[in-house]
């Protein structure tokens, strides 16, 4: 039994080949200004990489994200708060609570012991807390993504963050630059501000252990740290990468709707 599932998400997009129970290829890009083309891109590399000859071979193929409705090979497409509650959870059964990280999205979902979704939380429509809050203060730092996950929370003193907004807060740390603040400390800042958010948030929902969390965000380590410091909860690491929560819950379903 093979099965696909793609994540159009707002900043990227994902592939996963799932045959008999195992994830067997995936490709992540950065989303173009199609969905449709996304999808193709992700896709194709996945079936190559799983050494299919076409995506005919795929029995079933689930489409998920914000472009979830533009994937134009998918037979159906749900939404990304059950796969990536289902992917999650598929990946590490004793998961309860997933806190999915995008470019443009944060949620804390609840999940229940069979892996759906008991109840969610999501940002308003903002870029706080979000991967484009970090490409912001990436831009600020001119360090990139690359350089905020590197110092990983190495600032003793994390400079104090005020503003949510990412707009005021690109010039808050532009200042802060200026003034002489160590980049460790202001980069402790941003994740332990950013964290602040995420933790009222779960705790919105109701924290139930044990917590994972997914998507590319999921990568900064100082922010998984930053996090599990104030909810004072350990935070599971998911085997297989978590930013793939999301097309590996799509994929499973394909393969539920099989009957397999
Ligand atoms: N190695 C990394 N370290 C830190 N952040 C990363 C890393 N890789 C990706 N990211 C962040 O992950 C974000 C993309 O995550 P993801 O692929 O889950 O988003 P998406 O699904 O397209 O967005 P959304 O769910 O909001 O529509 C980027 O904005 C980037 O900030
Ligand atoms: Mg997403």
Same mark, same amino acid.
């Given at each position: 039994?093979?099965?696909?599932?793609?994540?159009?998400?707002?900043?990227?997009?994902?592939?996963?080949?799932?045959?008999?129970?195992?994830?067997?290829?995936?490709?992540?890009?950065?989303?173009?200004?199609?969905?449709?083309?996304?999808?193709?891109?992700?896709?194709?590399?996945?079936?190559?990489?799983?050494?299919?000859?076409?995506?005919?071979?795929?029995?079933?193929?689930?489409?998920?994200?914000?472009?979830?409705?533009?994937?134009?090979?998918?037979?159906?497409?749900?939404?990304?708060?059950?796969?990536?509650?289902?992917?999650?959870?598929?990946?590490?059964?004793?998961?309860?609570?997933?806190?999915?990280?995008?470019?443009?999205?944060?949620?804390?979902?609840?999940?229940?012991?069979?892996?759906?979704?008991?109840?969610?939380?999501?940002?308003?429509?903002?870029?706080?807390?979000?991967?484009?809050?970090?490409?912001?203060?990436?831009?600020?730092?001119?360090?990139?993504?690359?350089?905020?996950?590197?110092?990983?929370?190495?600032?003793?003193?994390?400079?104090?963050?005020?503003?949510?907004?990412?707009?005021?807060?690109?010039?808050?740390?532009?200042?802060?630059?200026?003034?002489?603040?160590?980049?460790?400390?202001?980069?402790? +800042?941003?994740?332990? @501000?950013?964290? *602040?958010? /995420?933790?009222?948030? #779960?705790?919105?929902?109701?924290?139930?252990?044990? $917590? !994972?969390?997914?998507?590319?965000?999921?990568?900064?380590? +100082?922010?998984?740290? @930053?996090?599990? *410091?104030? /909810?004072?909860?350990? #935070?599971?690491?998911?085997?297989?990468?978590?930013? $793939? !929560?999301?097309?590996?819950?799509?994929?499973?379903?394909?393969?539920?709707?099989?009957?397999?």
């Amino acid at each position: 039994m093979i099965v696909g599932g793609c994540d159009i998400g707002s900043t990227t997009g994902k592939a996963v080949v799932i045959k008999d129970g195992e994830v067997v290829a995936s490709h992540i890009l950065k989303s173009t200004t199609s969905p449709g083309k996304t999808a193709r891109l992700a896709m194709d590399a996945a079936i190559e990489q799983a050494e299919l000859s076409s995506i005919d071979d795929l029995e079933k193929i689930i489409g998920t994200g914000y472009g979830r409705l533009k994937v134009p090979f998918a037979e159906e497409n749900i939404s990304e708060i059950s796969c990536h509650a289902k992917g999650a959870h598929w990946m590490e059964p004793s998961i309860r609570t997933v806190v999915d990280i995008g470019g443009q999205d944060c949620k804390v979902i609840s999940v229940s012991g069979k892996g759906t979704v008991s109840e969610f939380v999501m940002n308003d429509r903002c870029a706080a807390g979000t991967g484009k809050f970090f490409e912001a203060m990436a831009r600020a730092l001119d360090c990139g993504l690359e350089g905020i996950s590197a110092l990983d929370n190495q600032g003793p003193e994390p400079c104090p963050i005020s503003n949510q907004c990412s707009v005021f807060a690109e010039s808050e740390v532009v200042t802060l630059v200026n003034e002489g603040y160590d980049l460790k400390n202001i980069i402790s +800042g941003i994740n332990a @501000s950013v964290a *602040s958010r /995420l933790s009222s948030m #779960v705790r919105r929902v109701g924290l139930i252990k044990e $917590l !994972a969390l997914t998507g590319g965000c999921s990568k900064n380590e +100082g922010l998984v740290k @930053s996090l599990s *410091s104030k /909810l004072d909860v350990g #935070v599971i690491t998911l085997p297989i990468d978590p930013q $793939l !929560a999301g097309a590996i819950g799509a994929a499973l379903f394909a393969a539920e709707k099989l009957g397999k």
